[in-house]
């Protein structure tokens, strides 16, 4: 559901910097522009394919820069940034956007979160907001290109931070599973908080999926799996306000568990498709009567279909 719908924004947004803003009434195709693609998406193949598969434009250029994985190190970067921000400084630095035609249309297409910003970080280049004000400044005002920047991360991150917004042409934020996070946890907190070690325990079931991609973004070295991008981001919001929440000795999904179960008698689990139940604490399988026999309260978190 999610990817179908990324796919029919970017070919919209194609349409919209390609058609309908002003002096833009011709495709690329008809008046000779050229248009780049910039992105972080690891089914770039199929988007910059959806693109180009009508009259409307065609991409000239793509540049892909995979979330996780390390930087060519062309130049310094912070320490806690990610393998795309790192990736960007890089091919600023080595004038990969001064490649770019005057006139142009560039989609910025950014679907994975800006790193956080650590408090008291000696930073050893500007931020990334920073640096993306200063390659959107030259792209729009050295070069008058028409910019699209798509944003599908919570947006609340670079809050005070987006004068780099000024130069772009279309803004479009396509984030939809921040907002499903943050209703979970506005239903589920209350009752957490409410909740002591003496009373009866309260049962939170997680739909598979997002137990086994937060585990395996928090226990790989480099990449988690891709296809399960959406489910890991989801889980990742919801166990970040529970780690703060209970306690919790680190952002391990067992040592949250743990937390949630000493602090509020609060039991996390996953269960399978097939109905396996699974103690999120210690991974040990369970039968759905010994886990919902003494619950007071039962939440299941599920997955949307085709996520």
Sequence with gaps: MFKRRRLFVLIAVACLILASMPLMNVSALSNGKKVYYITDSFDYFNVQSAIGSGSVATVDQCLYIPYNGSGSGIVAHNSFENNFEKGIR???AGGWFYLIEPESYVIFEMMNGL??????ENLTVPVFTELLEDIFEYLNESLNCKIA???DTDEAKFAWHETFLNYVDIHVNTDIRTPFAHSVMYRISPLIEANTPNDMEIMILFD???ADAYNDAQNADVTYNLNDRTSYQ????????LEDMCNAQSSSLNDIAQACRVNYNVRLY??????????LENYTTISMTDAVYNAKELVYIMRPMQI
């Design 90 to 92: 890089d091919n600023w």
């Design 208 to 210: 598979s999926h997002y």
């Design 234 to 241: 989801i889980m990742s919001e919801i166990m970040y306000v």
């Design 270 to 279: 996953s269960v399978s498709p097939g109905g396996i139940f699974k103690n």
């Design 149 to 151: 920047f798509l944003c």
């Design 115 to 120: 790193s956080e910003l650590p408090q008291n």
